[in-house]
T-cell receptor, first 114, second 114 residues
Framework: KAGVTQTPRYLIKTRGQQVTLSCSPISGHRSVSWYQQTPGQGLQFLFEYFSETQRNKGNFPGRFSGRQFSNSRSEMNVSTLELGDSALYLC?????????????FGPGTRLTVT | DQQVKQNSPSLSVQEGRISILNCDYTNSMFDYFLWYKKYPAEGPTFLISISSIKDKNEDGRFTVFLNKSAKHLSLHIVPSQPGDSAVYFCAASARYKDGNKLVFGAGTILRVKS
């Protein structure tokens, strides 16, 4: 079974630009969550999508948004990029409705904002 | 407000000895706890979990202990192997009205010396 895939793997953008990251979950997984990882901060939860609906959201500004398509693929968008948005962005998929919280992560997209 | 804390940024252990990674949490609503392992350039991978109704869960060389009264959990790796060198994240989950959200600690870098 193919794992979670994320594209692109690396991205360099300048301040003020916007960026879209993509995530394809494991086949059959309907829940996709997004996390931001920065040194010393661990993984910060951005949001979770399930069946094309955002059902949970972290404490990030409105510049961070996402969506999920009918095939469960998800995209995350960051508008008006700031230097502090430089991070590893991870997406994780789960069967959905699973109480355990056991998520399967993709390799991440390394975003650098200059 | 860090609800999940891993107070040791790094740990160095000799091959064959025991590695003990610690995690503290503040939210008494957390009822499911997980450990993830992360290698460079890869996403975190699920390692082991424990429900709050248990105080110990074992899987091969990995054992997780939960002390609910102290709001503390630990991961024991015995014996430690060089391939265990990675970043270990502790995560906690609470039952929310909708969806599932994991709160992660900042991670502990484990180095196993041969």
């Amino acid at each position: 079974k193919a794992g979670v895939t994320q594209t692109p793997r690396y991205l360099i953008k300048t301040r003020g630009q916007q960026v879209t990251l993509s995530c394809s979950p494991i086949s059959g997984h309907r829940s996709v969550s997004w996390y931001q990882q920065t040194p010393g901060q661990g993984l910060q939860f951005l949001f979770e999508y399930f069946s094309e609906t955002q059902r949970n959201k972290g404490n990030f500004p409105g510049r961070f948004s996402g969506r999920q398509f009918s095939n469960s693929r998800s995209e995350m968008n960051v508008s008006t990029l700031e230097l502090g948005d430089s991070a590893l962005y991870l997406c994780a998929s789960m069967k959905g409705g699973a109480r355990s919280g056991e998520q399967y992560f993709g390799p991440g997209t390394r975003l650098t904002v200059t | 407000d860090q609800q999940v804390k891993q107070n040791s940024p790094s740990l160095s252990v000799q091959e064959g000895r025991i590695s003990i990674l610690n995690c503290d949490y503040t939210n008494s609503m957390f009822d499911y706890f997980l450990w993830y392992k992360k290698y460079p350039a890869e996403g975190p991978t699920f390692l082991i979990s424990i429900s709050s109704i248990k105080d110990k869960n074992e899987d091969g060389r990995f054992t997780v202990f939960l002390n609910k009264s102290a709001k503390h959990l630990s991961l024991h790796i015995v014996p430690s192997q060089p391939g265990d060198s990675a970043v270990y994240f502790c995560a906690a989950s609470a039952r929310y009205k909708d969806g599932n959200k994991l709160v992660f600690g900042a991670g502990t870098i484990l180095r196993v010396k041969s």
